[in-house]
């Protein structure tokens, strides 16, 4: 496993996660699904290559979309994942793995969808809605 590795669980315990990332950056997703998912923009882990999960039988998957799905724990509610339904892309939310890692804040995706009563201060690359949907046709 190259990269790096962080583990972590759900509120109540009933989920542990492990997750290696090819780089320690996160991005925020400011689409509508992700605020009202989350209360917020998505803060997530995006170069994820691996994802384990023990206590599988207490994971709910919705589907979000025609392209994703969004899982949680049944017992307790937390927020899992987002995943693509093809592919191997997930995005773990940074706070189940943050055991003090010095994370990089480097994307927000969904930039076109943010609305006005917040800001990052650090630059990122910005992608709208538009340019993340190109950029997932191509890979």
């Known amino acids: 496993m190259e990269g790096m590795t962080a583990r972590g669980s759900c509120l109540c315990g009933a989920v542990q996660l492990g997750v290696v990332a090819r780089k320690q950056n996160l991005g925020a997703c400011h689409c509508s699904m992700c605020r009202t998912w989350s ?14 999960m023990d206590g599988e039988e207490n994971i709910t998957v919705y589907s979000s979309s025609e392209w994703a799905e969004r899982g949680f724990c049944q017992r307790c509610g937390t927020h899992l994942f987002y995943r693509l339904k093809t592919g191997d892309h997930y995005a773990i939310p940074v706070g189940l793995v943050d ?26 690359h910005d992608m709208t809605g538009q340019e993340v949907f190109d950029a997932y046709k191509g890979s």
Do not use: C, H, R
């Open 99 to 124: 055991g003090g890692e010095a994370w990089t804040f480097d994307t927000q995706i969904f930039i076109d969808q943010k609305p006005n009563y917040y800001t990052f201060a650090n630059e990122t």
């Open 39 to 52: 209360g917020g923009p998505m803060l997530a882990l995006e170069s994820v290559s691996e994802v384990e």
